[in-house]
């Protein structure tokens, strides 16, 4: 590690959302405030050096009674690449009539994850 990072975050693992400060010194070594509890320093450690995130959206369908379908990834994307995924996702267009869970995309934007519908395609 050649230089100090440090961020105020909220920690986003469960409802309580704590205030949290994380340093992470020039050798490497992590000190974090605020967290209630240990999950809380994880988070903070990932957030100063991989952060990742679930992404939810929409992508458009060939169906005038359902234009939109919701979908998610199927894991957490790098922090990064939620610009890409969404940049490819603009130019899906469903013509199949799926169900909650199937595969809309593989491999979003080079990640290595799916995007998948989170609900079924049809009235
Ligand atoms: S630090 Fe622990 S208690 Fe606080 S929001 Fe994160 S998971 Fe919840």
């Known amino acids: 590690m050649s230089h100090k990072i440090e961020k105020d975050l909220i920690c ?15 050798g490497g070594e992590l000190e974090v405030t605020g967290n209630r509890c ?19 959206t929409t992508v458009k369908t060939a169906f005038d009674d359902f234009p939109y379908l919701p979908v998610r990834t199927d894991g957490e994307i790098p ?10 996702l603009r130019s899906v267009l469903v013509t199949e009539r799926m169900t909650c869970g199937d595969v809309v995309l593989e491999n979003a934007a080079g990640t290595g994850v799916k995007i998948i519908a989170t609900a079924n395609l049809y009235a």
């Open 12 to 26: 986003i693992i469960c409802p309580n959302g704590c205030r949290l400060h994380g340093t992470l010194t020039e």
């Open 38 to 56: 240990v999950r809380g320093k994880t988070f903070a450690g990932r957030e100063l050096t991989d952060p990742t995130r679930s992404l939810t």
């Open 79 to 88: 922090k990064y690449a939620i610009a890409k995924v969404l940049e490819e």
